[in-house]
């Protein structure tokens, strides 16, 4: 089974991209909220955070609290490498589960920081969806209603384009004026060949 890591800066259009991708037939593994699950539901994971957190990181009913673990982690680097660490290897032991029960030429794994995590060294091939800094934070405030500067304070957690263009076998451009879906089926084309 190929595994395709697919990423890009928050709000370059990862999502959107992959729905593409599944349209084509490609089961797409999504990290980043199956990290959000997890926190939910692994047993382990949960003790861990509340060591590192302390206990207000869970709401009263018990789920995680995304807006607090978010307004401390992305103002503290250390915490957020800290949170990685307990958060990544549960994620990873997920994806290859879930591997196992697929059936398709290859599989998308979408991850918000595949090559800052290390996690792309576990792909057989990666896509990064690239997208101007201005049009990433007009679309993240539009479709969060977060302010101009959370967006920039998540985005210098984040690799720039350049470093992830360096690593990735495949770049997607996602600027108002540039079509996907012929970009997507090349990349599909390309990789079902390789298979
Ligand atoms: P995040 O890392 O924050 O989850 P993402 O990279 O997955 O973001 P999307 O959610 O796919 O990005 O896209 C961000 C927003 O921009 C969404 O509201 C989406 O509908 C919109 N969007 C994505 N691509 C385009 C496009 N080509 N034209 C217009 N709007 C778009």
């Not at 890009?8 to 199956?34: W, Y």
């Not at 490498?81 to 398709?104: D, G, T, Y």
């Not at 302010?147 to 957690?157: A, F, G, H, P």
């Not at 984040?158 to 495949?170: G, H, M, N, P, T």
């Amino acid at each position: 089974m190929i595994k395709v890591g697919i990423t890009g800066g928050i709000g370059s259009g990862k999502t959107t991209v992959c729905k593409v991708f599944r349209v084509l037939g490609i089961p797409v593994f999504e990290a980043d909220t199956t990290a959000k699950q997890l926190m939910n539901t692994d047993a382990e994971l949960r003790k861990n955070l509340i060591g590192l957190f302390g206990t207000a990181v869970y709401q009263p009913d018990q789920t995680i609290d995304r807006k607090y673990l978010a307004g401390i982690v992305f103002t503290n680097p250390s915490l957020l490498a800290q949170l990685n660490e307990l958060v990544h290897p549960v994620v990873r032991k997920a994806f290859e589960e879930w591997c196992l029960i697929q059936h398709s030429p290859y599989v998308l794994h979408e991850a918000a920081i595949l090559f800052e995590s290390g996690f792309y060294r576990m792909m057989d091939k990666t896509i990064t969806v690239v997208t101007s800094e201005k049009q990433r934070i007009e679309r993240v405030v539009k479709r969060d209603s977060l302010t101009v500067e959370l967006v920039k304070q998540r985005m210098r957690n984040q690799w720039s384009d350049d470093e992830k263009i360096k690593l990735a076998d495949f770049v997607i451009g996602n600027n108002d004026r540039e079509l996907i879906i012929p970009q997507i089926v090349e990349i599909d084309k390309k990789i079902r060949a390789h298979g």
